[in-house]
């Protein structure tokens, strides 16, 4: 029981962080913040993909995705204004 609460506290917490370096990352146009997002989510959208049966639970995969790619296309965007 004690294991299964203190999962889904780190599930929790990841899910919390995630959002606030998305936020941040997007509000300060920061790409390592938004890669920091991705990976923090990372692990609770596997594990909500590959529990659920449905197109829409398969479908969680993309936010980490969209995030990685948001991180990649900033990073780029600085060094050729540079």
Same mark, same amino acid.
């Given at each position: 029981?004690?294991?299964?609460?203190?999962?889904?506290?780190l599930?929790w917490?990841?899910?919390?962080a995630a959002a606030i370096?998305?936020?941040i990352g &997007?509000?300060?146009?920061?790409?390592?913040a938004?890669?920091w997002?991705g990976a %923090?989510? /990372? #692990? !609770?959208? &596997?594990l909500?993909?590959?529990d659920?049966?449905?197109?829409w639970?398969?479908? %969680?995969? /993309? #936010? !980490?995705l969209l995030?990685f790619a948001?991180a990649?296309?900033?990073k780029?965007?600085?060094?050729?204004? /540079?």
């Open positions: 029981m004690v294991g299964l609460f203190l999962m889904g506290i599930l917490s990841l899910v919390i370096l998305a936020f &997007l509000w300060k146009r920061s790409w390592k938004l890669a997002s %923090a989510v /990372l #692990l !609770p959208t &596997l909500i993909s590959m659920g049966q449905g197109i639970f398969r479908l %969680a995969i /993309l #936010l !980490p995030l948001a990649f296309l900033m780029h965007q600085k060094t050729q204004s /540079l």
